[in-house]
């Protein structure tokens, strides 16, 4: 069965870090491109970050560009999400999910439960 | 980049047709996925690529594109279906979502 599970959410104060992961399993981990997309609580989704099967290509939004680092461990099967610097607006769930077109379109088929960040 | 502007909230009634928009403020046609959420749930994939339905997402879910409005139908709409509606595309290096349509069926 092809899951996400993410880790490592939690209360942090303005100015602090933490690190998410997000472990798969199921799936041919190698083979996924992933992002990093949040929500926060009562609003919409936005997508913050991606990466390639190789983590050779990494994208990020504006809103956390300079702030955020996308990374994976293929053999570990764990994606992962160092967040610096952190701001009341990044409180949110954040979800990993997996892109289902391997790069070209960007839709996002399997998805994780999330884990809640709460920067205050 | 360029937003997906959906519309806050759509009835309608059990056994009826939803029909949810998603206007692109953009020239180019960018290929649009349809997301479900349920609250406390995480989002559900249910078209991709203008039009596709992936395994396991009911006949009932159809989606287009044209025109530069990508829109979600959902025929003979249930009262399981209700729930948030978001729209997505891919803008090269970005991922852009709708604010979302939350669907009350009455």
């Known amino acids: 069965q092809e899951q996400l599970v993410e880790s490592g959410g939690g209360l942090v104060e303005p100015g602090g870090s933490l690190r998410l992961s997000c472990d798969a399993s199921?799936?041919?981990?190698?083979?996924?491109?992933m992002a990093w997309i949040r929500q926060a609580p009562g609003k919409g989704l936005e997508w913050i970050s991606y990466?390639?099967?190789?983590?050779?290509?990494?994208y990020y939004a504006d809103s956390v560009k300079g702030r955020f680092t996308i990374s994976r461990d293929n053999p570990r099967t764990s994606l992962y999400l160092q967040m610096n610097n952190l701001r009341p607006e990044d409180t949110a769930v954040y979800f990993c999910?997996?892109?289902?077109?391997?790069?070209?379109?960007?839709?996002?088929?399997?998805w994780g439960r999330g884990t809640l960040v709460t920067v205050s | 980049s360029y937003d997906l502007n959906q519309p806050p909230s759509v009835s309608v009634s059990p056994g009826q047709a939803a029909i949810i928009t998603c206007p692109a403020e953009?020239?180019?046609?960018?290929?649009v996925s349809w997301y479900q959420q349920k609250p406390g749930r995480s989002p559900l994939l249910v078209i991709y690529q203008d039009n596709q339905r992936p395994s396991g997402i009911p006949e009932r879910f159809s989606g287009s594109n044209s025109g530069g409005t990508a829109t979600l139908t959902i025929s003979g709409t249930q009262p399981m279906d209700e729930a948030d509606y978001f729209c997505?595309?891919?803008?090269?290096?970005?991922?852009?979502f709708g604010g979302g349509t939350r669907l009350t069926v009455l």
């Open positions: 990466i390639s099967n190789s983590g050779t290509t990494i």
């Open positions: 953009t020239s180019e046609h960018k290929s």
């Open positions: 997505q595309a891919c803008d090269g290096a970005t991922a852009v």
């Open positions: 999910a997996r892109d289902g077109d391997y790069g070209d379109y960007w839709y996002f088929d399997l």
């Open positions: 199921g799936v041919i981990f190698s083979d996924d491109y």
